[in-house]
């Protein structure tokens, strides 16, 4: 579901502001009904109409990137900077669903779909996202169960994760660790560790439910087929 507002900016129609003006103007129909309120709910299986032209919907695209090191997850950056939308040749309005930070690697989900960036988003839907995280120090077992357990941020506890050892380097006190989350917190696996006294010094995501990093380099991507999507849909809402 999508506000409508937004859903008629997004077929390229016009901006969001010039479709208010037009919904308040009464030139807005949907399933025939004239709706003149800001912020009805619809979905793609509507009708939308304005002065009388019906709504073009726009083809859903889904791709996953290999996002690399030095690019920002956001559509347009201040100051300049490479953005994930610059890696991906296509000519529909796509963004991101979550962020990696400028210095993060790995699997990033963009697409026009906006229920599906929703579902993707909101807590109840229980999605395990894998990071490894490259720490400075050999991780305790006590840091392991705090992290295991949940740690305080922002005045709320994490929800549990699942942390596995992949590797230490005992010469370089250095190890690479596994941990499956369903949260998406500003920053948190990296304030996860530091939480426990470790710093991040590389981290990738490496997985999305079932979706991984096959066959992708970095700054490579694919399109998801219809199958994926699908699954992800179930996924999402088995939870309901
Ligand atoms: N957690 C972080 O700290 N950074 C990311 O980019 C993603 C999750």
């Not at 990137?65 to 347009?76: H, Q, W």
Request: charge should be positive; glycine fraction near 8%; include cysteine.
């Amino acid at each position: 579901m999508e506000r409508l507002q937004k859903l008629i900016a997004q077929s390229g129609y016009c901006s969001r502001r010039k479709a208010e003006e037009e919904i308040q103007k009464g030139h807005v129909t949907v399933n025939g009904e004239i709706v003149r309120e800001m912020g009805v709910q619809v979905s793609s299986s509507d009708q939308v109409m304005i002065n009388g032209i019906l709504l073009k919907k726009e083809e859903k695209e889904y791709i996953l990137l290999n996002k690399p090191r030095g690019v920002v997850t956001t559509t347009s950056d201040d100051k300049h900077r490479k953005t994930v939308l610059d890696l991906i040749d296509t000519n529909k309005r796509l963004y991101p669903v979550g962020r990696l930070d400028y210095d993060t690697t790995g699997i990033l989900l963009l697409t026009n779909d906006g229920e599906l960036s929703n579902l993707m988003m909101h807590p109840k839907n229980q999605i395990d996202k894998v990071y490894i995280a490259k720490v400075d120090g050999i991780l305790t077992g006590e840091a392991i169960n705090s992290l295991k357990k949940g740690i305080v941020l922002d005045g709320k506890k994490t929800a549990p994760a699942k942390v596995k050892i992949r590797k230490k380097d005992l010469k370089k006190k250095t190890c690479m660790v596994e941990l499956t989350i369903h949260e998406g917190r500003n920053h948190q696996v990296k304030r996860m560790f530091e939480a426990v006294g470790y710093r991040v010094e590389k981290l990738k995501r490496e997985r999305i439910s079932f979706l991984d990093l096959k066959g992708l380099n970095s700054g490579e991507y694919r399109y998801l087929n219809p199958k994926e999507v699908k699954k992800l849909y179930f996924e999402l809402q088995k939870n309901d």
